[in-house]
């Protein structure tokens, strides 16, 4: 079993940066590939980015290619998202999620989930 939760959510304007970040615990976290998913209203949850248990193959949702940066720290058993450049449309609660489908974008197949935080982003 892996614990996730998530931190660093708040209200920002159009354009400016945010970080989030997630604390892992449990067995074996190093193993598994970590994700951030996001669920705006009325929306399906969609991918972010992933990255792989090497620290190294990262992946992105093209919606957020060239603006969010995802990254971890094994020894820290820690997940990152930097987001930058943020808009309206980034408006969503954020979920950190650890698995073994790295690669894969449908939420259903990634086993473990964070509480979520909430991310605003005022126009």
């Known amino acids: 079993q892996v614990q996730l939760v998530e931190s660093g959510g708040g209200l920002v304007q159009a354009g400016d940066s945010l970080s989030l970040s997630c604390v892992a615990s449990?067995?074996?976290?190093?193993?598994?590939?970590a994700a951030w998913f996001r669920q705006a209203p009325g929306k399906e949850r969609e991918f972010v980015a992933a990255?792989?248990?090497?620290?190294?193959?990262?992946s992105y949702a093209d919606s957020v290619k060239g603006r969010f940066t995802i990254s971890r720290d094994n020894e820290k058993n820690m997940v990152y998202l930097q987001m930058a450049s943020l808009k309206s449309e980034d408006t969503a609660v954020y979920y950190c999620?650890?698995?073994?489908?790295?690669?894969?974008?449908?939420?259903?197949?990634?086993?473990?989930w964070g509480q979520g935080t909430q991310v605003t982003v005022s126009s």
């Open positions: 999620v650890a698995g073994t489908r790295y690669g894969v974008t449908d939420y259903r197949l990634w086993e473990y």
């Open positions: 990255v792989l248990s090497n620290e190294i193959m990262t």
């Open positions: 449990g067995r074996d976290f190093n193993r598994y590939a």
